[in-house]
């Protein structure tokens, strides 16, 4: 019934269809996107906004964004060939009748100083991005980076437990064991559209699903992982699909031979965008995950989930003993004024009606919620940007018996860094002004963390099969820990075509509980930084 409602959509919206999909990526970054605010979530037109990243092309953007990417531009061109480059244009840039191309160095240099530990911290990141057009139908982006870093102690007590570095990737063996860290980093992106309604992606990047800071749907907070990704565009609907292969690093060996690497996983995610009208939208999600080999033997991509139109939950359960994990999710927003919308997430797990009625705390009854807003120019003051959030996931969420199918990657969570268990508060707030920037941002969480040898549901890497309760299962259970985490930034962009700016900022985190005590940190950094990418830190 869900699947023939699915194409019935469908239906009604290709025969109205106009919309065209664009091409040509832009990289997300919270940051940078929050300066869209005011074209993406406007009453007077139609967005799919919780599907990033966004195109530079698109119709509603592009005025925008060209000016984002302008800002500053001597348009006389009365200023020398260094300062352009510094300033306001791509280091290498060629243009010919059917083509662009263009080149960048990125650097990230940071020196900062973390006063509990009376540590100094310091990131020396060298990169380069490369990105380009041919003729009006296809793109492709990719970038490099070579890093090295000291960071404060509750990043590195991150990446010491979980061999990788938050947002971005394992290293080498040995190379996030020392005190120093030393990691590299890739993404690489090709958009081809296929017709005005259809765009083809082949990506090793991230992917995100919401109108939120986070997601508790599809988020960008793990590392990149490889996929295929297809987006058609009819009317008022948007329908995207991901194929990804993902790797575990910290998933059991199935062999102790070298040559085959960490195990990885599959997933297969579909997403229904409808633009209900000018103000609300409802969004659609679905998503499985399956080993791609256990030790029975070589399983890898399942051809059953690779059609776009079918709900996965029949498929998957059509397989009387499937070890795959499946997850259902629904996706709103509301355009309440002319410049703030509401939006919220609802994502299933996994669900007993029985159980869910009678009010037990039945552990197997998981999911995790988001409600929040945000909008532009508060208060009437151009430029200044807001969010307010709450998210709340139940213990167990996102695990599974295995882990190699639980939902994460690479050592990190796919939806929200503090996996389950928790609740959370955040808001930001953000001023920009000709060429600065400003933004605080806000956030506490309270979560359960688990004692030794026990699994009271945070940690998604856990099978649920070694679960500690079976009923009476409340969010916050285990050890209670409160977090507060406050961050401030200032910064001048330098250049805005990538986002090359000079930034200064402070973080404050406080973790406490009745085991440990306060754990504190007090950090400030200065750095020339660049690109357009979230690297999480509060967690």
């Known amino acids: 019934m869900r699947a023939f409602l699915t194409l019935g959509i469908l239906a009604i919206a290709l025969s109205c269809a106009k919309a065209q999909t664009p091409n040509v990526n832009i990289p997300y970054s919270y940051q940078f996107y929050q300066k869209l605010n005011k074209s993406v979530y406007d009453v007077n037109g139609r967005m799919h906004s919780s599907i990033k990243g966004f195109y530079s092309d698109d119709p509603i953007l592009k005025a925008r964004y060209d000016s984002l990417m302008n800002a500053g531009v001597d348009s006389l061109n009365r200023r020398s060939w260094v300062r352009?480059?510094?300033?306001?244009?791509?280091?290498?840039?060629?243009?010919?009748?059917?083509?662009?191309?263009?080149?960048?160095?990125?650097?990230?240099?940071?020196?900062?100083?973390?006063?509990?530990?009376?540590?100094?911290?310091?990131?020396?990141?060298?990169?380069?991005?490369?990105?380009?057009?041919?003729?009006?139908?296809?793109?492709?982006?990719?970038?490099?980076?070579?890093?090295?870093?000291?960071?404060?102690?509750?990043?590195?007590?991150?990446?010491?437990?979980?061999?990788?570095?938050?947002?971005?990737?394992?290293?080498?063996?040995?190379?996030?064991d020392n005190k120093t860290k030393d990691w590299s980093y890739v993404t690489a992106l090709l958009s081809y559209t296929a017709s005005k309604h259809l765009n083809i992606a082949l990506g090793y990047d991230k992917n995100f699903i919401g109108d939120g800071y986070r997601s508790m749907l599809l988020s960008d907070v793990a590392s990149n992982y490889s996929f295929l990704r297809l987006r058609a565009t009819l009317g008022n609907v948007r329908y995207q699909t991901i194929f990804a292969y993902m790797l575990d690093p910290g998933a059991e060996r199935l062999t102790v031979d070298r040559r085959l690497g960490d195990r990885g996983k599959w997933a297969a995610m579909h997403y229904i965008d409808w633009n209900v009208s000018n103000r609300l939208s409802l969004g659609f999600f679905q998503a499985v995950t399956w080993a791609d080999a256990e030790k029975e033997g070589k399983r890898g991509f399942d051809f059953n989930y690779i059609h776009p139109f079918i709900f996965l939950r029949p498929l998957e359960s059509a397989n009387t003993y499937s070890p795959d994990k499946m997850r259902l999710g629904l996706n709103v927003k509301y355009e309440l004024l002319e410049k703030t919308a509401l939006y919220g997430q609802f994502m299933f797990d996994e669900f007993t009606a029985k159980e869910f009625f009678s009010n037990k705390g039945y552990w197997a009854n998981k999911w995790a919620l988001q409600v929040g807003f945000k909008g532009s120019d508060?208060?009437?003051?151009?430029?200044?940007?807001?969010?307010?959030?709450?998210?709340t996931a139940r213990p167990y969420t996102y695990a599974h018996f295995d882990r190699v199918s639980n939902y994460a990657a690479m050592n990190q969570p796919l939806a929200h860094p503090l996996g389950a268990n928790f609740r959370e508060m955040l808001g930001i707030l953000n001023y920009s002004y000709q060429r600065f920037d400003f933004q605080t941002q806000l956030m506490y969480a309270c979560y359960g963390?688990?004692?030794?040898?026990?699994?009271?549901?945070?940690?998604?890497?856990?099978?649920?099969?070694?679960?500690?309760?079976?009923?009476?299962?409340?969010?916050?259970?285990?050890?209670?820990?409160?977090?507060?985490?406050?961050?401030?930034?200032?910064?001048?962009?330098?250049?805005?075509?990538?986002?090359?700016?000079?930034?200064?900022g402070g973080v404050y985190r406080r973790e406490n509980n009745e085991l440990t005590g306060a754990k504190n940190t007090n950090l400030i950094t200065f750095g020339l930084r660049s690109t357009f990418r979230n690297l999480y830190q509060d967690f």
Request: net charge negative.
């Open 449 to 504: 963390l688990d004692p030794e040898g026990m699994n009271y549901g945070k940690n998604i890497f856990k099978s649920y099969e070694t679960r500690s309760l079976e009923y009476g299962s409340n969010i916050g259970q285990g050890i209670k820990t409160n977090l507060y985490f406050a961050e401030a930034k200032a910064s001048y962009l330098l250049n805005p075509k990538y986002n090359l700016r000079l930034e200064l």
């Open 378 to 391: 508060l208060f009437k003051v151009e430029g200044l940007n807001y969010l307010a959030e709450f998210n």
């Open 84 to 176: 352009r480059k510094l300033t306001q244009e791509h280091l290498l840039n060629f243009k010919g009748e059917d083509y662009t191309v263009y080149a960048d160095f990125l650097p990230d240099f940071q020196i900062g100083r973390e006063f509990d530990e009376s540590k100094t911290t310091w990131k020396n990141t060298r990169g380069v991005q490369l990105g380009g057009t041919i003729g009006e139908k296809f793109s492709f982006y990719t970038n490099v980076f070579e890093n090295q870093g000291v960071f404060a102690k509750y990043i590195t007590d991150f990446i010491d437990s979980n061999k990788v570095v938050p947002s971005e990737i394992g290293g080498s063996v040995g190379k996030l």
